[in-house]
């Protein structure tokens, strides 16, 4: 079993970045794909990117594409998220989840991390 924590959170001004750590314990990353979740005040979890367990191939959901970056460093049993020109809409607490096989809804993955809050201001 695998353990996930979040951080990297907090807030920042829109146009702004931020990079998203999540760091696993308890059983090695490379023995899962990972995905990053996020949940807005009073909307239901939603899909925001993939990456399969050697980081060959990734997806995204439209709305990030070409602004959010999903990485992962085996070695360091971390992954990443890399989020460029953020807007307000992306304001949500931002969740890291590991799955044996890729996925792409909550339902697909095993284990999640705690959140970390991600607040974009205009």
């Known amino acids: 079993q695998v353990q996930l924590a979040e951080s990297g959170g907090g807030l920042v001004q829109a146009g702004g970045s931020l990079r998203l750590s999540c760091a696993a314990s308890?059983?090695?990353?490379?023995?899962?794909?990972m995905g990053w979740f996020r949940q807005a005040p009073g909307k239901e979890r939603e899909f925001v990117a993939t990456i399969n367990w050697s980081g060959g191939y990734t997806y995204y959901t439209d709305s990030v594409k070409g602004r959010f970056t999903i990485s992962r460093d085996n070695a360091k049993n971390t992954g990443y998220l890399q989020m460029n020109s953020l807007k307000p809409e992306d304001t949500a607490v931002y969740y890291c989840?590991?799955?044996?096989?890729?996925?792409?809804?909550?339902?697909?993955?095993?284990?999640w991390g705690q959140g970390t809050q991600v607040t974009v201001s205009s």
């Open positions: 308890g059983r090695t990353l490379s023995s899962y794909a």
């Open positions: 989840a590991a799955t044996y096989s890729l996925g792409y809804t909550t339902h697909e993955y095993d284990y």
